[in-house]
């Protein structure tokens, strides 16, 4: 596809983590559809001054980046190429090397000037030819200018997509200080407040504030009613005076007051130190958001959007716009630049003007979710009449990291809409025993940043038991239950439903939340807990990588969890720069292993002498760790030399992740909504009956929106004898890691995404599917 075309590669703006996954993949993918690539160094002041800022890249020279934060090849705010004299520069560097294809990495400012030179080019050339910079013939040849975008900037404040390159690694950084800050806060009952960046944007202190519980938060987009002082000092005097020994208040850089006035942390700090007289602490975040290594998430989506992006360069016409490619949901998209940049640019004029609720809503979908759960959990006071409904919250399978941030949410959320939440300790086992206690607003506090299961959770089925289980559910009087866990919550959800035609209390309604760091739950793209399990085996190989590539011809064979279901090890691949993944679900045979062998040994004779090679722990009965292990030391003889490591249960353990305690708690919470409805629907003749199959259901994140869909109809999808859904989104990425791997396989494109439009309807935007 490639042959005879180039591709400049440069990153430009702020810098953010996962900038040099992206210029990596872009490199590597450029190579591998037969393309010249160029770095281009220093960002658009490169590309103006020339000389060896633009140079050829090799498969080698992007080795090792992938762990690295910031941008390896340099950014630069460029006030050259603003000036139509700075952009003839670099028209005709690119000119002579004969490249016509561009790809840039950065923020909308970064984008929106790739497009003015874009439009402009053609002008530039008849200029440059004029004044004899450069030949007709080398005009004529490059004629046309292509431009894709991808958006790299913590900020998240880009219209258009989910998630821009780099916020996950900043929202990490973010919560490794918001958990250390709460220690040291609950020893001495302080308030602290945090300052994030965000100019424009309050993504980051949202999700921030979300994923910690924070009791309040001031962002960009909705500024605070007047007289918000007061509401502030009451809400932080509730807290303290139902037994919290810490308060937190998340504040965006950028926060204003309804008159457009800053509101800054020292203000705040002001404010509830002279009023309350609390112990106040504030704690400006800076640079150290923007530092660090990549997460797991953003090394994935940097790699997947350099991927998308060449696909992109490479089919575009001189009648294509440019664009930017993007995610929705886990579906990689395209969409034009200068759309993208209007809305952007709409989101800011909607905050001037003081139309904060359209703000929020161009913001687009997932930030609108995020501020919907924030507000309704933040609210404290519990409705005065009780609804007299008692929801029961249970946790199944193997703890995993932001099975506490489900649980915490939910019985909030329940709380909130009036209803009794009780706490059933130990799973299915607990609930035939009879463990069943009350839940209270203070006994889930300071829950989300706490990995495992309080809870405690065992895998016994409940299908021994039912007998028991009924009897306690009236015992216990459970009009509704909240199931959270792996594979076996949707087992034993199923099971419960099964026995409904025998035992009438099991007819209330049920809805399963996917928590296992598996990922193998059917009816969900994503599990609670799998992210956290991702980032935890990502930052041991970047470890067991440093350690290979210091001793040199060194091949690491890695044992990842996940049972039958290849997710970890897939992903963990990508994440990591694997040069394989044995997986269950992708059969194997020995011709494949002498393949990767074989490839091995060609590697070693580069200069980057180490392999990694990540193996499912079930994906295949006879080609075992072991085998492996003891096959690539035979063949290798001489030339590499082999080391084993099994990860085991290291990957069930830890903090959870940003994504996880986020995801937890918009799970939790939209769970408890739905029973409510579900309760007001089964309300017959003074009591509750649910024996529809729509009154248990998995809430399940389905490409790009959270749904509800009947236990009993996900049968049909599901593999039981190997416990994981019969199609796999992430089975489509897995060519991905082999190309960056250096493998000569076929990319099948047949899904490439097609241009899609941001439409606007008075103020309001959706994205339209194709």
């Given at each position: 596809m490639g042959v005879g075309r180039s591709i400049a590669v440069l990153t430009s703006g702020g810098d953010a983590q996962g900038m040099n996954a992206a210029v990596r993949a872009t490199v590597r993918v450029g190579l591998y559809t037969g393309a010249k690539v160029f770095f281009?160094?220093?960002?658009?002041?490169?590309?103006?001054?020339?000389?060896?800022?633009?140079?050829?890249?090799?498969?080698?020279?992007?080795?090792?980046?992938?762990?690295?934060?910031?941008?390896?090849?340099?950014?630069?705010?460029?006030?050259?190429?603003?000036?139509?004299?700075?952009?003839?520069?670099?028209?005709?560097?690119?000119?002579?090397?004969?490249?016509?294809?561009?790809?840039?990495?950065?923020?909308?400012?970064?984008?929106?000037?790739?497009?003015?030179?874009?439009?402009?080019?053609?002008?530039?050339?008849?200029?440059?030819?004029?004044?004899?910079?450069?030949?007709?013939?080398?005009?004529?040849?490059?004629?046309?200018?292509?431009?894709?975008g991808m958006v790299g900037s913590i900020d998240n404040d880009f219209c258009g997509t989910d998630m821009t390159i780099g916020t996950d690694s900043a929202l990490h950084r973010i919560i490794e200080v918001v958990d250390a800050i709460t220690t040291t806060a609950q020893s001495h009952q302080r308030t602290f407040i945090l300052e994030v960046m965000g100019r424009h944007c309050g993504y980051l202190a949202l999700v921030t504030a979300l994923s910690c519980g924070a009791d309040w938060v001031f962002i960009p987009e909705m500024p605070p009613d007047e007289g918000w002082e007061e509401h502030l000092c009451r809400r932080l005097a509730d807290q303290r005076a139902r037994g919290s020994r810490l308060n937190v208040i998340i504040v965006a850089e950028g926060a204003m007051s309804r008159a457009g006035k800053p509101i800054?942390?020292?203000?705040?700090?002001?404010?509830?130190?002279?009023?309350?007289?609390?112990?106040?602490?504030?704690?400006?975040?800076?640079?150290?958001?923007?530092?660090?290594?990549?997460?797991?998430?953003?090394?994935?989506?940097?790699?997947?959007?350099?991927?998308?992006?060449?696909?992109?360069?490479?089919?575009?016409?001189?009648?294509?716009?440019?664009?930017?490619?993007?995610?929705?949901?886990n579906q990689a998209i395209r969409l034009p630049l200068m759309e993208c940049v209007q809305v952007t640019k709409d989101v800011t004029a909607a905050m001037s003007e003081g139309r904060f609720e359209d703000a929020i809503k161009l913001r687009g979908k997932s930030f609108e979710n995020n501020w919907n759960t924030?507000?309704?959990?933040?609210?404290?006071?519990?409705?005065?009449?009780?609804?007299?409904?008692?929801?029961?919250?249970?946790?199944?399978?193997?703890?995993?990291?932001?099975?506490?941030?489900?649980?915490?949410?939910?019985?909030?959320?329940?709380?909130?809409?009036?209803?009794?939440?009780?706490?059933?300790?130990?799973?299915?086992?607990?609930?035939?025993?009879?463990?069943?206690?009350?839940?209270?607003?203070?006994?889930?506090?300071?829950?989300?940043?706490?990995?495992?299961?309080?809870?405690?959770?065992?895998?016994?089925?409940?299908?021994?038991?039912?007998?028991?289980?009924?009897?306690?559910?009236a015992k216990h009087n459970i009009h509704a239950m909240v199931i959270i866990g792996g594979f076996e919550a949707y087992v034993g959800g199923l099971e419960l439903v099964h026995a409904r035609e025998k035992f009438e209390e099991?007819?209330?309604?049920?809805?399963?939340?996917?928590?296992?760091?598996?990922?193998?739950?059917?009816?969900?793209?994503?599990?609670?807990?799998?992210?956290?399990?991702?980032?935890?085996?990502?930052?041991?190989?970047?470890?067991?990588?440093?350690?290979?590539?210091?001793?040199?011809?060194r091949v690491f064979i890695v044992e990842t969890m996940g049972g039958y279901c290849?997710?970890?090890?897939?992903?963990?691949?990508?994440?990591?720069?694997?040069?394989?993944?044995?997986?269950?679900?992708?059969?194997?045979?020995?011709?494949?292993?002498?393949?990767?062998?074989?490839?091995?040994?060609?590697?070693?004779?580069?200069?980057?002498?180490?392999?990694?090679?990540?193996?499912?722990?079930?994906?295949?009965?006879?080609?075992?760790?072991?085998?492996?292990?003891?096959?690539?030391?035979?063949?290798?003889?001489?030339?590499?030399?082999?080391?084993?490591?099994?990860?085991?249960?290291?990957?069930?353990?830890?903090?959870?992740?940003?994504f996880d305690r986020n995801f937890g708690t918009k799970m939790g919470a939209k769970s408890v909504v739905w029973l409510t409805e579900k309760l007001k629907d089964c309300y017959r003749h003074g009591r509750i009956f649910a024996n529809t199959p729509d009154s248990a259901c998995v809430l399940g994140m389905r490409k790009r929106a959270l749904q509800f869909q009947p236990l009993v109809d996900l049968k049909a999808e599901?593999?039981?004898?190997?416990?994981?859904?019969?199609?796999?989104?992430?089975?489509?990425?897995?060519?991905?890691?082999?190309?960056?791997?250096?493998?000569?396989?076929?990319?099948?494109?047949?899904?490439?995404?097609?241009?899609?439009?941001?439409i606007k309807k008075s103020h309001m935007v959706k994205s339209v599917e194709k």
């Open positions: 281009v160094h220093e960002g658009y002041q490169g590309l103006v001054d020339g000389g060896d800022n633009i140079k050829p890249a090799s498969w080698e020279s992007v080795s090792m980046m992938l762990q690295l934060g910031g941008t390896v090849i340099g950014s630069a705010r460029c006030m050259d190429f603003q000036a139509r004299e700075g952009r003839l520069k670099a028209a005709c560097n690119l000119v002579k090397l004969g490249i016509t294809n561009l790809c840039v990495i950065g923020g909308d400012g970064s984008l929106t000037g790739a497009n003015q030179f874009r439009t402009e080019w053609s002008g530039l050339l008849m200029d440059l030819v004029k004044t004899g910079k450069i030949t007709k013939d080398e005009a004529s040849k490059s004629s046309h200018l292509n431009i894709v800054t942390s020292d203000q705040i700090k002001k404010l509830v130190t002279d009023r309350l007289g609390f112990d106040t602490r504030a704690t400006v975040l800076g640079h150290v958001q923007r530092g660090g290594t990549p997460s797991a998430f953003d090394r994935i989506l940097g790699s997947r959007m350099g991927v998308e992006a060449v696909m992109a360069l490479l089919e575009a016409t001189p009648d294509t716009p440019a664009c930017v490619v993007s995610l929705s949901g924030y507000k309704l959990l933040a609210h404290i006071n519990p409705p005065e009449v009780k609804s007299n409904i008692n929801v029961a919250i249970i946790n199944v399978g193997a703890p995993c990291a932001g099975m506490n941030s489900a649980v915490r949410s939910a019985a909030r959320m329940g709380i909130i809409q009036g209803h009794n939440m009780l706490a059933v300790y130990d799973g299915f086992d607990g609930l035939a025993h009879g463990k069943v206690e009350a839940l209270t607003w203070t006994d889930v506090s300071g829950w989300t940043g706490k990995g495992g299961s309080m809870l405690g959770t065992k895998r016994t089925l409940p299908g021994k038991m039912v007998e028991e289980i009924s009897m306690n559910i099991l007819c209330i309604p049920m809805v399963v939340i996917p928590a296992t760091v598996s990922n193998n739950v059917p009816g969900s793209d994503f599990s609670i807990g799998a992210d956290t399990a991702l980032n935890t085996i990502t930052s041991t190989c970047d470890r067991i990588k440093q350690s290979a590539a210091g001793t040199k011809r290849g997710y970890l090890a897939t992903m963990a691949g990508l994440a990591a720069g694997a040069d394989a993944a044995y997986i269950f679900e992708d059969k194997f045979n020995i011709k494949d292993l002498e393949l990767n062998v074989e490839h091995l040994l060609q590697k070693m004779k580069t200069t980057v002498k180490r392999g990694l090679i990540l193996r499912n722990e079930n994906s295949n009965a006879n080609y075992t760790t072991d085998f492996i292990f003891n096959l690539y030391s035979e063949e290798g003889k001489g030339v590499f030399d082999c080391r084993k490591n099994v990860l085991g249960h290291m990957q069930q353990g830890g903090t959870p992740t940003p599901t593999d039981f004898d190997h416990r994981i859904p019969k199609t796999q989104w992430w089975l489509k990425i897995r060519p991905i890691m082999k190309i960056l791997a250096k493998y000569n396989i076929k990319l099948d494109t047949s899904e490439h995404a097609d241009m899609e439009h941001v």
